[in-house]
């Protein structure tokens, strides 16, 4: 065991190396775990607070939805009231058109009538005198009697 | 492995010679060239291989540590940064688990030099005890022994740097008046002052002394048994296997002493600071 001059020399440079790691090594490092340390922290916080918000909206969708299938509802009675309104007016139209249809149909056909009993006094008035004619073949002078058959028709 | 001109003693002798740099008798300085030279250098020689070891594990360490801090990164790490984060990390537990003595900037970074430079050191007993001093003797250096922990003048002058370390931080603290007074007036009060003087001087000496011994004690007690289990290496084929089967058995204990004394030595440096820290009452 011979104590020299490397005892000196081995703190010298147990002294430097301390010095070197305390102003070069140690800072840095612990620094970067320290800031490491920080930003796991942050991160946890942000996951909790990004839970926090989502369950949030998914509250606020939630009732959206609802609020939206509420509005769906009314405006699908609206248009139920709407269509049988529209169908109620339609059907109101639909009679009063076919009334008038009717009328002028009645009336068609009582003009109808009107010609055929026109026509048939007309034709009657013929067959009648065409009968009498027959009837009274030779002594008749048509002239003379065709306006007593005249005054006959219009009295028919 | 010892050449054929070497007795066991010899060898063994050989294997625990320094490589001194000193006076030699002739007057002329330079390296000794047996034991006993290097004993006659007295205190002005310097013993080479250690300082050379250790000034290169030490530098390793620092290359290692600061290339990392340079690029450090509070993102992912790389595998190197890592094992760096899980050493810083494992002293920061230790210096908070037994440093007390509030915001102090030297502590931490003071083990983890002690903690890391003194497993570089310890390890490099795994290294069979012949490779490096059989490659030196290949270009010519006489003497070589590897392991600077394995000599007394590393691991004392570790120690007396702590040591200084330990009466600064007293002084800081306690002021000149309180450490003279912590050494003077415990544990018996004032009547008792030269029996208070010795006992606290002891107990102040023996730090530094037990932290150097015992580090210097494992790791030469270490190195000799590798030294003896390679002397069976040169007793014939059957020893040289039973040798082969014990210094790997041994180096695979050794493992565990190495750590062991590194993180002992780490663990009392932080607990005497702390102690320098603490106010007696």
């Given at each position: 065991?011979?104590?020299?001059?490397?005892?000196?020399?081995?703190?010298?440079?147990?002294?430097?190396?301390?010095?070197?790691?305390?102003?070069?090594?140690?800072?840095?490092?612990?620094?970067?775990?320290?800031?490491?340390?920080?930003?796991?922290?942050?991160?946890?916080?942000?996951?909790?607070?990004?839970?926090?918000?989502?369950?949030?909206?998914?509250?606020?969708?939630?009732?959206?939805?609802?609020?939206?299938?509420?509005?769906?509802?009314?405006?699908?009675?609206?248009?139920?009231?709407?269509?049988?309104?529209?169908?109620?007016?339609?059907?109101?139209?639909?009679?009063?058109?076919?009334?008038?249809?009717?009328?002028?149909?009645?009336?068609?056909?009582?003009?109808?009538?009107?010609?055929?009993?026109?026509?048939?006094?007309?034709?009657?008035?013929?067959?009648?005198?065409?009968?009498?004619?027959?009837?009274?073949?030779?002594?008749?002078?048509?002239?003379?009697?065709?306006?007593?058959?005249?005054?006959?028709?219009?009295?028919? | 492995?010892?050449?054929?001109?070497?007795?066991?003693?010899?060898?063994?002798?050989?294997?625990?010679?320094?490589?001194?740099?000193?006076?030699?008798?002739?007057?002329?300085?330079?390296?000794?060239?047996?034991?006993?030279?290097?004993?006659?250098?007295?205190?002005?020689?310097?013993?080479?291989?250690?300082?050379?070891?250790?000034?290169?594990?030490?530098?390793?360490?620092?290359?290692?540590?600061?290339?990392?801090?340079?690029?450090?990164?509070?993102?992912?790490?790389?595998?190197?940064?890592?094992?760096?984060?899980?050493?810083?990390?494992?002293i920061n537990t230790s210096v908070r688990g037994s440093f007390s003595g509030g915001k102090n900037d030297v502590v931490a970074p003071l083990s983890?030099?002690?903690?890391?430079?003194?497993?570089?050191?310890?390890?490099?007993?795994?290294?069979?005890?012949?490779?490096?001093?059989?490659?030196?003797?290949?270009?010519?250096?006489?003497?070589?022994?590897?392991?600077?922990?394995?000599?007394?003048?590393?691991?004392?002058?570790?120690?007396?740097?702590?040591?200084?370390?330990?009466?600064?931080y007293?002084?800081?603290?306690?002021?000149?008046?309180?450490?003279?007074?912590?050494?003077?007036?415990?544990?018996?009060?004032?009547?008792?002052?030269?029996?208070?003087?010795?006992?606290?001087?002891?107990?102040?000496?023996?730090?530094?002394?037990?932290?150097?011994?015992?580090?210097?004690?494992?790791?030469?007690?270490?190195?000799?048994?590798?030294?003896?289990?390679?002397?069976?290496?040169?007793?014939?084929?059957?020893?040289?296997?039973?040798?082969?089967?014990?210094?790997?058995?041994?180096?695979?204990?050794?493992?565990?002493?190495?750590?062991?004394?590194?993180?002992?030595?780490m663990t009392l440096t932080i607990v005497y600071l702390d102690m320098a820290h603490q106010?007696?009452?």
């Amino acid at each position: 065991m011979d104590i020299n001059l490397t005892l000196i020399g081995q703190s010298i440079s147990f002294l430097a190396f301390v010095w070197f790691c305390m102003k070069f090594v140690w800072p840095p490092i612990v620094a970067a775990l320290d800031e490491r340390t920080k930003r796991i922290a942050d991160g946890l916080a942000a996951a909790e607070r990004g839970q926090h918000e989502q369950e949030l909206a998914e509250k606020r969708a939630a009732e959206t939805l609802h609020a939206a299938k509420q509005q769906a509802a009314e405006i699908l009675g609206q248009a139920q009231k709407r269509a049988n309104e529209i169908v109620e007016e339609s059907k109101g139209e639909a009679r009063s058109e076919g009334e008038r249809l009717i009328e002028a149909a009645r009336a068609e056909i009582d003009q109808e009538i009107n010609r055929a009993k026109e026509q048939l006094r007309s034709q009657v008035a013929a067959i009648a005198v065409a009968g009498a004619e027959r009837v009274l073949k030779r002594e008749i002078d048509a002239q003379a009697h065709s306006d007593i058959l005249s005054d006959l028709v219009a009295q028919i | 492995m010892a050449s054929e001109a070497l007795t066991s003693n010899e060898y063994i002798k050989h294997h625990l010679t320094h490589l001194t740099y000193g006076q030699l008798p002739d007057g002329g300085w330079g390296f000794a060239h047996s034991a006993e030279q290097a004993t006659q250098m007295g205190f002005w020689a310097i013993h080479v291989d250690t300082m050379f070891f250790s000034v290169l594990l030490g530098v390793l360490f620092l290359w290692m540590f600061r290339s990392v801090a340079k690029r450090v990164t509070s993102g992912q790490p790389g595998k190197l940064q890592n094992f760096v984060e899980w050493t810083v990390e494992f002293i920061n537990t230790s210096v908070r688990g037994s440093f007390s003595g509030g915001k102090n900037d030297v502590v931490a970074p003071l083990s983890l030099t002690v903690f890391i430079w003194i497993v570089l050191m310890n390890l490099m007993d795994l290294i069979p005890v012949d490779w490096l001093p059989s490659l030196a003797g290949a270009l010519g250096v006489g003497h070589l022994r590897v392991v600077p922990t394995a000599d007394v003048n590393a691991t004392l002058g570790m120690a007396i740097t702590v040591f200084y370390l330990i009466i600064y931080y007293s002084i800081k603290i306690k002021g000149v008046g309180g450490f003279i007074g912590e050494l003077s007036f415990q544990p018996f009060g004032k009547l008792g002052l030269p029996a208070n003087l010795l006992l606290e001087g002891i107990n102040l000496i023996a730090k530094p002394v037990s932290l150097a011994l015992r580090l210097f004690g494992n790791m030469y007690a270490g190195e000799m048994i590798f030294i003896l289990i390679a002397l069976l290496y040169s007793a014939g084929w059957a020893l040289g296997t039973f040798g082969a089967f014990l210094q790997l058995g041994w180096a695979i204990f050794h493992i565990l002493i190495v750590m062991l004394q590194a993180f002992i030595f780490m663990t009392l440096t932080i607990v005497y600071l702390d102690m320098a820290h603490q106010e007696h009452h």
